[in-house]
């Protein structure tokens, strides 16, 4: 199985890359369409800022090879924000694939969340395994609403996307990579099960 990590300059894709090879598998980092296109599983970080992240996509001719895509795809963090069709952040375009707007929360809490929160009505195979109400590790300032993609609930402020999934396509607003073992069997599922 060929598994590509998108190298577009706005990832944490070593500890992404390094996880990967905790469960047996070899994952490439590449910013080459081709070898994208290729890959069996493509994952799509994302640490930083939405407004330059999305215009390294852009000049990158990437941005339409990621909405094109036809194996399974997962986005993480950023990733997944960016496969909205819109951020707050930067007032900023998004993929696009799923359908609904990231917004920042409110000043009434602290920005960003970092830490460890739970996640529950897990949905789909990507969670198959994974108990309800399990910690994952999140640093984030936006968040995507809850919607006809959600696959799983956080809550901060108000409850939100902690994931969602639509055809091909997954993202987790948590890293699964520093998520210990709930994250770990995630990104087993991922591989394996999706």
Not at 58 to 73: A, Y
Not at 79 to 84: E, N, R, V
């Amino acid at each position: 199985m060929k598994i590509v990590i998108i190298n577009y300059g706005a990832g944490n894709i070593q500890s992404i890359k390094f996880a990967i090879e905790r469960l047996g598998y070899e994952a490439y980092l590449s910013d080459d369409p081709q070898e994208i296109i290729a890959a069996d599983k493509v994952i799509f970080p994302g640490v930083g800022e939405a407004s330059s992240a999305m215009r390294k996509l852009n000049n990158s001719g990437l941005k339409q090879i990621i909405r094109d895509l036809k194996q399974p795809v997962l986005g993480i963090c950023l990733g997944m924000q960016l496969m909205c069709n819109y951020s707050e952040e930067g007032s900023t375009e998004g993929l696009g694939i799923f359908d609904i707007d990231v917004l920042r929360f409110s000043n009434a809490v602290k920005v960003p969340q970092i830490g460890w929160n739970q996640i529950s009505q897990l949905k789909t195979p990507l969670f198959e395994g994974i108990r309800d109400k399990e910690y994952v590790y999140l640093v984030h300032s936006y968040y995507a609403p809850v919607c006809k993609d959600t696959i799983a609930i956080s809550e901060y402020e108000l409850p939100y996307s902690a994931a969602l999934g639509r055809d091909n396509f997954y993202g987790t607003q948590f890293h699964p990579e520093k998520s210990s073992s709930p994250g770990e069997k995630m990104l087993k599922n991922f591989l394996e099960k999706i």
